[in-house]
């Protein structure tokens, strides 16, 4: 009779076999080998035959399920306290993997806020899916680096500790109710775990659907925890609720610090006689504020002056931040300082705005309010008929703004010469003087603008989002800002101050951030050109370099295919940052620049400030520098990115909000996107992206071409790409999921000829051996109520809620795009930061 093998994975099989060595003994073994180990060695370690094997594989996967043993990669087997360790923050993503960014114990004195950990600036560690524990999003956690994690692009490890629950509070969707117990699910998905709440007699428990903020209590399984409701906002429909669901998924800053506002409270309401004391005094100059209408925070003051002889004089009056938020030491706590750090910036939202600084400096002490004296920062750059700067000067001045001016007023006055608009101007006492101003800084503007055109500066001017609210706080209306000559003159004036101050902090030798945008890689170019040419694109430079990038920027501007090639061109740059080192400005091409124009909202133009005043001989305490001033850029690189997650995810949210009561409607768009699980469609009318999966692309099988960047049906020869415009019904939107899905309401015309040779040209391709191979997708063929017709049918075009279930890889519609021609994405250059939003309601004054 053959002797029964033993159940592998059995609780306490081999305890049972003769000879076979305990759990500790085989964690005694690990650690006397110190070094991970695969089963047939142990086998060896141990002295264990090979029939033993089944018996070992159960023990070390009892231990691992224990947390006691670690299975690795290639079959080795570790402890964990045999690998090397980090701390650091986890991030989340859909897919149920994440990164934790390593992270550092804050060193005593070196920080007044409550956290005892900051960023190290070390790579990101990469957390596969099935190694992530039960580590949630923003979990501060403990990894155990994989042998080999240092080498490669992203070093891959295991969560081995949750050491603190990132996330107190976790904002959640009320799901359904059973007796007095309420199922409720994070409106997060990058959390994989529910909640249930038992609810007290008596007690009205919200409706399904509503949007409530728990406080977890204690784990019941893996993915199933009780908590306690702490917050219940309401309906999701309210653009304010919305932006709290946001500033929690994010953990945007909130209130201040106690420390931090007794600090502001301590500072006068406005300049004393001793801050204006050794100062310039230009309250004589018509200096004006050019913002949004509803902003209420003014940083910054601009005149302009003839020159004898030709040319012109700019003053640019930068609100003196740095007199009142000082580094602790010298009677100051530091407590604004390292709060405005910890922030980095202030966060925006379309009703709302979570500032740097304490209202009392951002909308008061600080802002530029006219007819009263206020303390600034003065450049004043000359510059030549042809707009080429000279020397510029810089002081400290009290000035006094001559009027509060807005963007469409201005256009209203100077570009339309509306009678009324002039009129209402001219009541202002200095009206008069402001509008011959005005016209001297138009002119300027002009020759700043063709100057800088000349000099291969790309300027992609891409609608921003603009929307109306009901008084329920509900979007009727998104749809694009209307931007003009009143705006970009704004930004030429700030992006020249900006400019100024970098070359001459440069030339002092000063240690400051320098506001750097890299040239674009060389093998983002060549796939970027591969990819223009499969569009359809002619007449290529043969040499696929940044001039030749501005060149194709500047030839379809204005034409049919202005959109395909500023988003192509925008996804292959990477993204500008801070750094202590300068490699220019690629997008401006600048040679030196830095962001010196918005200190109440950004932390490195404070810093910037700062620098200044040093190189003037002002005395401001000792500069940040060196090891220090690279950890200040990187936090502050950091939260810049935090803060435009916050904004795509706004946009999104906005996007499902103004589209919820409008399923089964009809639109014009544009393939912004194609990838091998579908195709991305911007909307015409609205910033608004929605996804058509591939399950809805007809009765075909498709083929995915990265170089071309289009789906092309094997049968039909239909092929989709970017930039085809088509009309598409909405089927379905889910906030909850951020997914708005489309339906083609007709089939483009077929690829003519050899379709799969289309757009190829004699060009080296962008990979080595030629294009990689695309994708072939699962056929399409729609299941819902919306007909598509084939080319060439003139039918009526019927409608329909899609009831269709994708099977596409992905769709999650504004969760995620499609592939990138090797960027960022949109807004992937990071601009300028020329010019940037107000401290108001969070209306955005765009810079670059």
Known sequence: MKKKKSQRGAPGASAHTPGFPSREELLEAFSAQSRPMRVDGLLRVLGLARRAKGDLEAALTTLAEQGRLLRLRGG??????????????????????????????????????????????????????????????????????????????????????????????????????????????????????NFSVELAAGETPPEPGTLVLLAPVQRLASDLWTARIVGDYGREDDVAVQEELVKLNHEVPRDFPAGVLAEAQHLPSGPTPEDMHDREDVRALPLVTIDGADARDFDDAVEVEDRPGGGWLLRVAIADVSHYVRPRGNGSTGALDAEALSRGNSWYFPKSVEPMLPEALSNGLCSLRPDEDRLAMLAEIPFSPQGKPGKPRFAQVVMRSAARLTYDQVKACMLDNDAAALAALRQNPRGEEVISMLQRAFALYAALRDARRQRGSLDFDLPEADSRLDEAGRVVWIGHRQRHDAHRLIEEFMIAANEAVARHLRDVGMPFLYRVHPLPDPERLEGLFDTLAGVGMEDLPPRPDAAAMQGILARVQGTDQEFLVNRLCLRAMPQARYQPFNEGH???????????????????????????KTALGIGVGALAAGQKLLRISDQINRRERAAMACEREMDRRMGCLALLPRVGEHFKGMVAGVTDFGIFVELADMPVEGMIRIDDLGDDWYDFDPRTMSLVGQRSGVMWRMGQSLEVALAEVNLGRLEIRLMPLELPKAAQGNWRGRGKTSRKPAHKGGAKPGRTSRPGGSRSGWKITSPGDESSKSGGKGGAKGKARRSEGGAKRGPKAGGQGKGGSGGSGARGRSAGNGSKKRGR
């Open 586 to 612: 690629f997008g401006l091409a600048s040679q030196a620049y830095c962001h010196f124009t918005s200190p109440i909202r950004r932390y490195a133009d404070l810093l910037t400030h700062r620098a200044l």
């Open 76 to 193: 080795l087997w570790a402890r964990p306290e045999a690998l090397k360790h980090i701390t650091g923050r986890f991030s989340s993503l859909r897919d149920g993997g994440g990164f934790v960014t390593p992270m550092r114990p804050v060193a005593e004195g070196e920080n007044n806020r409550d956290s005892q950990l900051e960023f190290t600036g070390a790579r990101d560690v990469y957390i596969p899916a099935a190694l992530t524990g039960e580590a949630w999003h923003q979990d501060i956690v403990r990894v155990a680096l994989s042998p080999g994690a240092s080498r490669g692009p992203s070093p891959e490890g295991r969560i081995v500790e949750v050491v603190e629950r990132g996330l107190k509070e976790i904002p959640a969707h009320a799901a359904h109710r059973t007796g007095h117990t309420l199922f409720c699910r994070p409106a997060d998905a990058r959390l994989s775990v």
